[in-house]
């Protein structure tokens, strides 16, 4: 079953009756929807798990066995009765026979506290700090009854997704370090670029609602599916392929799901809406940690403990948060690169200190990191240049990260160990979507799927490059710049910097592409004052 328009109805009346029921904020409606799915899904998933080990002989106990001590004397059936059957846990117990005070206490004393003392045991850990904000009677009431209605029961996964995909968009706010939705249709054209394949570890640092699990997950079963295997589907506005994924066997399909993907994150509400997303499109066991990967280690054992890969991961896919800066005493070693202390040159220290000999990185930074002129800003390039081999640099349109942030970003692909000796650079002029203050509106003009064959098709694209005319104006939105001229440039990877234009080219160029560079400088060598500024503790003024 696809993602109906009457199920985009239902999930817009949710939304709306939150909204005004007096609970404005986005991101607390998303996180306490997806506790309210679970709650919903965990009852079937526990009884396919009763009559799987029924049937095969295996040991399995519910989830819903035994007896709970209740938190709240209120929630008791009779005066003096201390606990009831943990099967008044099952959503269609409670959600179908209370409303109103009593659904509210209930819910709140003793459904959340049950799933928060079970998590640790049965891998629920994003349950651990879990708590019910939605205390007013008849909002809870409305909202359980309406989340009833969605028949989650009937849905596939992909369809489970994609309508907490549409709870997600929701979300128009940055974080308080920056990090904030990655739209999906950059999220899949990153994917497609470094194109993780099945056997391979996929890992994100800073994982966010795990956009980027999600689309490895949906790219690795599209490659492994035939022609009857596949459907078209639609999302935000945009059609894209999903595969079922029908030429994986069972062992790979035991491997993609419980030994492939992995992420952490530093809040606690990304964490739930994480494993939510995983979870609701068949990815249970996939574990994403609450973790600031920059100021926390994993020894050998402690990695061991927690069944991560011990060597580093095949592929990292990330949208690490911009702009943030953290304290110096709070930094590993091991993510330190000069004295900086902003996040998006730590973060990409350390992914390519976790990725294995030969993995594969694509990583979304702003174009600051790229040409910022401080002493860990060359280091950092100059590293990923000298002691591993940039691919290549996707520049993407300005308004991108529209409603969230402004800043103009890009994408760097590359690839641990070696020595670059040239990069590809692709110019995005439109995404294929309207570049305005909400960044929503779908459009016909699109050079993502184009700059997506270029890459991939690069070995001819390199031949077409060496066999031009210099002489005439160049009109892809492509090209190639080698190491020397690089490193001439202090190892600068704006893509602009090497841009081959006729002057005819250059005079007629987009204003507001040139303001959004000028801008974009500008940015950039305010933040090389205030980190210079640090360095010698001196004020900003």
């Known amino acids: 079953m696809p993602f109906t328009p009457d199920m985009r109805r239902k999930v817009d009346q949710i939304r709306d009756y939150l909204y005004g029921g007096g609970y404005p904020d986005p991101l607390s409606n998303a996180e306490q929807l997806s506790f309210l799915f679970f709650f919903y899904m965990i009852e079937g998933i526990d009884a396919a798990n009763v009559r799987q080990s029924r049937a095969t002989g295996r040991g399995h106990t519910s989830l819903f066995s035994g007896d709970w001590t209740l938190r709240n004397p209120l929630n008791a059936p009779a005066k003096g009765v201390e606990t009831i059957p943990r099967e008044r846990m099952r959503w269609s117990s409670w959600a179908n026979a209370m409303s109103g005070e009593p659904l509210v206490t209930f819910v709140r004393d003793e459904v959340f506290p049950f799933f928060a003392a079970i998590g640790d045991e049965f891998g629920l850990s994003f349950m651990a700090q879990a708590r019910l904000v939605i205390d007013e009677p008849t909002v809870l009431t409305q909202i359980v009854t309406l989340v009833n209605e969605l028949k989650l029961e009937d849905a596939d996964p992909d369809t489970k997704g994609d309508l907490f995909e549409h709870v997600l968009r929701q979300i128009k706010q940055a974080g308080e370090l920056g990090q904030f939705r990655t739209p999906r249709h950059i999220i899949r054209a990153i994917v497609d670029l470094v194109d993780p394949k099945i056997g391979e570890t996929v890992y994100d640092p800073a994982a966010g609602t795990a956009g980027f699990l999600v689309a490895a997950y949906e790219h690795i079963r599209l490659a492994n599916s035939s022609a009857n295997g596949r459907e078209v589907a639609e999302l935000e ?22 030994e492939t993907f992995y992420g952490n994150d530093v809040d606690p509400k990304m964490v739930s809406l994480a494993s939510m997303n995983l979870a609701l499109r068949g990815l249970p066991d996939v574990r994403i940690l609450k973790r600031n990967a920059l100021t926390s280690s994993f020894d050998r054992q402690a ?39 902003a996040t998006e040159l730590l973060f990409v220290k350390y ?7 030969g993995g594969r990185c694509g990583v979304i930074v702003p174009e600051g990191v790229l040409f910022g002129s401080t002493g860990a800003h060359k280091e950092l ?70 700059l997506i064959a270029a890459f991939n098709s690069r070995e001819e694209m390199r031949e077409d490059w060496q066999a031009r005319d210099e002489s005439q104006p160049w009109t892809e939105n492509w090209w190639f710049a080698d190491a020397a001229a690089i490193e001439r440039e202090d190892w600068n990877l704006s893509a602009s910097r090497y841009r081959p234009e006729s002057r005819e080219a250059a005079e007629h160029r987009d204003p507001r592409a040139l303001l959004a560079e000028l801008r974009d400088e500008t940015a950039a060598i305010l933040g090389d004052i205030e980190a210079l500024a640090a360095e010698l503790g001196e004020p900003v003024f």
């Open 381 to 450: 390039r100059r590293m990923l240049m000298q002691n591993n081999r940039v691919e290549a640099v996707l520049s993407l349109p300005g308004g991108v990260f529209q409603p969230y942030s402004g800043v103009k970003t890009s994408v760097l692909v590359f690839a641990r160990g070696g020595r670059t000796q040239e990069v590809m650079f692709l110019h995005a002029s439109n995404d294929g979507f309207k570049l305005d203050a909400n960044h929503d509106q779908p459009i016909e003009a699109d050079d993502l799927p184009g």
């Open 237 to 258: 506005g945009k059609s894209f392929e999903r595969g079922f994924g029908d030429r994986l066997n069972s062992t790979q399909w035991r491997k993609l799901q419980a």
């Open 351 to 357: 992914m390519i200190d976790n990725l294995k000999p």
């Open 303 to 341: 990695k061991m403990e927690r069944n991560l890969p011990l060597d580093g991961y095949d592929v990292v896919l990330a949208n690490p948060p911009f702009s943030g800066r953290l304290d110096r005493d709070r930094i590993v070693d091991d993510v330190r690169i000069g004295t900086s202390t």
